[in-house]
Protein backbone atom coordinates (compact mmCIF):
# COMPACT_ATOMS: atom_id res chain seq x y z
CA UNK A 1 0.00 0.00 0.00
CA UNK A 2 3.18 2.48 0.77
CA UNK A 3 4.32 1.78 -2.83
CA UNK A 4 1.52 2.26 -4.54
CA UNK A 5 0.47 5.66 -2.47
CA UNK A 6 4.21 6.93 -3.54
CA UNK A 7 3.02 5.92 -7.21
CA UNK A 8 0.18 7.79 -7.14
CA UNK A 9 2.15 10.72 -5.37
CA UNK A 10 4.93 10.24 -7.83
CA UNK A 11 2.16 10.31 -10.93
CA UNK A 12 0.96 13.27 -9.74
CA UNK A 13 4.23 14.96 -9.35
CA UNK A 14 4.93 13.95 -13.08
CA UNK A 15 1.65 15.20 -14.81
CA UNK A 16 2.02 18.45 -13.67
CA UNK A 17 5.50 18.85 -14.27
CA UNK A 18 4.07 17.98 -17.64
CA UNK A 19 1.97 20.73 -18.04
CA UNK A 20 4.21 22.88 -16.86
CA UNK A 21 6.90 21.50 -20.00
CA UNK A 22 4.33 21.62 -22.00
CA UNK A 23 4.23 18.14 -23.07
CA UNK A 24 1.05 17.12 -21.66
CA UNK A 25 -0.52 17.06 -24.59
CA UNK A 26 -3.10 19.34 -23.36
CA UNK A 27 -4.59 17.31 -20.80
CA UNK A 28 -4.83 19.50 -18.39
CA UNK A 29 -6.69 21.95 -20.90
CA UNK A 30 -9.02 19.57 -21.50
CA UNK A 31 -9.92 18.93 -17.72
CA UNK A 32 -12.27 21.98 -18.07
CA UNK A 33 -14.99 19.59 -20.58
CA UNK A 34 -17.04 18.06 -18.21
CA UNK A 35 -17.18 15.13 -20.07
CA UNK A 36 -13.10 14.50 -20.30
CA UNK A 37 -12.61 15.24 -16.60
CA UNK A 38 -15.31 12.50 -16.11
CA UNK A 39 -13.73 9.79 -18.26
CA UNK A 40 -10.35 10.23 -16.67
CA UNK A 41 -11.62 10.75 -13.05
CA UNK A 42 -13.12 7.26 -13.66
CA UNK A 43 -10.58 5.59 -15.23
CA UNK A 44 -8.11 6.46 -12.17
CA UNK A 45 -10.16 5.78 -10.20
CA UNK A 46 -10.82 1.86 -12.03
CA UNK A 47 -6.93 1.40 -11.93
CA UNK A 48 -6.28 2.44 -8.24
CA UNK A 49 -9.54 0.18 -6.99
CA UNK A 50 -8.24 -2.50 -8.97
CA UNK A 51 -4.79 -2.24 -8.36
CA UNK A 52 -5.05 -1.88 -5.07
CA UNK A 53 -7.05 -4.96 -4.73
CA UNK A 54 -4.78 -7.11 -6.99
CA UNK A 55 -1.54 -5.97 -4.37
CA UNK A 56 -4.28 -7.07 -1.37
CA UNK A 57 -4.13 -10.70 -2.74
CA UNK A 58 -0.81 -10.70 -3.51
CA UNK A 59 -0.39 -9.79 0.19
CA UNK A 60 -2.94 -12.34 1.06
CA UNK A 61 -1.17 -14.92 -1.04
CA UNK A 62 2.74 -14.33 0.11
CA UNK A 63 1.70 -13.10 3.79
CA UNK A 64 3.52 -15.04 6.58
CA UNK A 65 0.24 -16.18 8.35
CA UNK A 66 1.04 -14.16 11.50
CA UNK A 67 -0.90 -11.51 13.55
CA UNK A 68 0.84 -8.26 12.33
CA UNK A 69 0.07 -10.10 8.74
CA UNK A 70 -3.65 -10.48 9.59
CA UNK A 71 -3.72 -7.12 11.09
CA UNK A 72 -1.79 -5.31 7.81
CA UNK A 73 -4.36 -7.74 5.65
CA UNK A 74 -7.36 -6.22 7.32
CA UNK A 75 -6.29 -2.80 6.84
CA UNK A 76 -5.94 -3.12 2.93
CA UNK A 77 -9.57 -4.41 3.32
CA UNK A 78 -11.09 -1.50 4.79
CA UNK A 79 -9.02 0.80 2.21
CA UNK A 80 -10.30 -0.94 -0.55
CA UNK A 81 -13.69 -0.81 0.82
CA UNK A 82 -13.49 2.83 0.89
CA UNK A 83 -12.05 2.86 -2.36
CA UNK A 84 -14.81 0.74 -3.69
CA UNK A 85 -17.09 2.82 -2.37
CA UNK A 86 -15.83 5.92 -3.89
CA UNK A 87 -15.65 4.52 -7.41
CA UNK A 88 -19.37 2.92 -6.90
CA UNK A 89 -20.52 6.26 -6.62
CA UNK A 90 -18.25 7.96 -9.73
CA UNK A 91 -19.50 5.63 -12.32
CA UNK A 92 -23.15 6.36 -10.75
CA UNK A 93 -22.51 9.77 -11.30
CA UNK A 94 -20.28 9.30 -14.38
CA UNK A 95 -22.68 6.70 -16.81
CA UNK A 96 -26.02 8.51 -15.08
CA UNK A 97 -25.28 11.95 -16.76
CA UNK A 98 -24.18 10.47 -19.65
CA UNK A 99 -27.35 8.51 -19.80
CA UNK A 100 -29.67 11.53 -18.88
CA UNK A 101 -28.08 13.70 -21.38
CA UNK A 102 -28.72 11.28 -24.14
CA UNK A 103 -32.46 10.58 -23.46
CA UNK A 104 -32.90 14.88 -23.19
CA UNK A 105 -35.66 14.68 -25.86
CA UNK A 106 -35.24 17.23 -28.85
CA UNK A 107 -38.57 19.79 -29.79
CA UNK A 108 -39.41 22.31 -31.92
CA UNK A 109 -42.30 24.81 -31.43
CA UNK A 110 -45.21 25.09 -34.16
CA UNK A 111 -44.14 27.19 -37.32
CA UNK A 112 -45.05 30.44 -37.24
CA UNK A 113 -45.94 31.92 -40.81
CA UNK A 114 -46.28 35.25 -41.70
CA UNK A 115 -48.54 36.35 -43.27
CA UNK A 116 -50.40 32.95 -42.83
CA UNK A 117 -52.77 34.99 -45.37
CA UNK A 118 -51.32 36.17 -48.70
CA UNK A 119 -51.03 37.03 -52.27
CA UNK A 120 -49.58 34.47 -54.49
CA UNK A 121 -45.97 34.93 -55.25
CA UNK A 122 -45.35 36.75 -51.80
CA UNK A 123 -42.14 36.07 -49.57
CA UNK A 124 -43.26 34.83 -46.18
CA UNK A 125 -41.48 34.52 -42.75
CA UNK A 126 -41.24 31.74 -41.20
CA UNK A 127 -39.90 31.33 -37.55
CA UNK A 128 -39.57 28.28 -35.14
CA UNK A 129 -37.58 27.46 -32.30
CA UNK A 130 -35.62 24.62 -31.09
CA UNK A 131 -35.16 23.14 -27.48
CA UNK A 132 -33.43 19.98 -25.74
CA UNK A 133 -31.59 16.64 -27.76
CA UNK A 134 -28.32 17.19 -28.64
CA UNK A 135 -27.26 20.87 -29.70
CA UNK A 136 -25.91 21.71 -32.81
CA UNK A 137 -29.38 21.41 -34.65
CA UNK A 138 -29.55 21.40 -38.18
CA UNK A 139 -32.91 22.25 -40.26
CA UNK A 140 -34.60 22.16 -43.38
CA UNK A 141 -37.89 23.40 -44.61
CA UNK A 142 -40.12 22.32 -47.46
CA UNK A 143 -43.34 23.78 -48.72
CA UNK A 144 -45.66 21.51 -50.32
CA UNK A 145 -43.78 18.95 -50.29
CA UNK A 146 -40.77 19.46 -52.32
CA UNK A 147 -37.32 19.61 -52.10
CA UNK A 148 -36.39 22.02 -49.34
CA UNK A 149 -33.62 23.72 -49.60
CA UNK A 150 -29.74 22.60 -48.02
CA UNK A 151 -30.25 21.79 -44.33
CA UNK A 152 -29.15 24.66 -42.51
CA UNK A 153 -27.97 25.14 -39.34
CA UNK A 154 -30.02 26.82 -36.10
CA UNK A 155 -28.16 29.74 -34.56
CA UNK A 156 -27.03 29.03 -30.89
CA UNK A 157 -29.99 30.17 -28.97
CA UNK A 158 -32.09 28.09 -31.21
CA UNK A 159 -33.88 30.32 -33.69
CA UNK A 160 -35.01 29.38 -36.96
CA UNK A 161 -35.76 32.05 -39.12
CA UNK A 162 -36.38 31.49 -43.07
CA UNK A 163 -37.85 33.09 -45.82
CA UNK A 164 -39.83 31.43 -48.02
CA UNK A 165 -41.52 32.87 -51.62
CA UNK A 166 -44.88 31.12 -52.55
CA UNK A 167 -45.02 30.29 -56.59
CA UNK A 168 -47.52 32.76 -58.54
CA UNK A 169 -49.73 29.72 -60.03
CA UNK A 170 -51.84 28.42 -59.16
CA UNK A 171 -53.80 30.59 -57.07
CA UNK A 172 -56.54 30.19 -54.61
CA UNK A 173 -54.40 27.51 -53.07
CA UNK A 174 -53.78 26.64 -49.42
CA UNK A 175 -49.95 25.68 -49.34
CA UNK A 176 -48.37 23.07 -46.75
CA UNK A 177 -44.90 24.21 -44.78
CA UNK A 178 -43.01 21.52 -43.13
CA UNK A 179 -40.26 21.82 -40.95
CA UNK A 180 -37.56 18.87 -39.75
CA UNK A 181 -34.87 19.66 -37.12
CA UNK A 182 -32.39 17.08 -36.25
CA UNK A 183 -29.69 17.10 -33.52
CA UNK A 184 -26.06 16.05 -33.12
CA UNK A 185 -27.20 12.48 -32.13
CA UNK A 186 -29.74 11.72 -35.19
CA UNK A 187 -32.67 12.85 -32.74
CA UNK A 188 -35.21 14.36 -35.12
CA UNK A 189 -38.57 16.70 -34.33
CA UNK A 190 -41.38 18.31 -37.19
CA UNK A 191 -43.29 20.61 -37.21
CA UNK A 192 -46.03 21.82 -39.78
CA UNK A 193 -48.39 24.94 -40.85
CA UNK A 194 -50.28 25.74 -43.53
CA UNK A 195 -50.47 29.45 -46.15
CA UNK A 196 -53.07 30.62 -47.76
CA UNK A 197 -52.46 32.34 -51.06
CA UNK A 198 -55.30 33.95 -52.45
CA UNK A 199 -55.90 36.09 -56.04
CA UNK A 200 -53.69 38.97 -56.45
Do not use: W
Amino acid sequence: MVALAALMVLSIIALIAAAVGGVDAGVLRDMSRPEYARGLITFLFAVVTIGSALLLIVAGLIGSGDEVSDRKFQRGKEVLSLLLGVFGTIVGYYFGSTHAGAMAALRISGIEALPSVTAAGTVVSARALAAGGSPPYRYVITLDGGNGKETQQVSENGVISERITLPKEPRNKTHSLHLTVEDAVGQKAESATTIEALPR
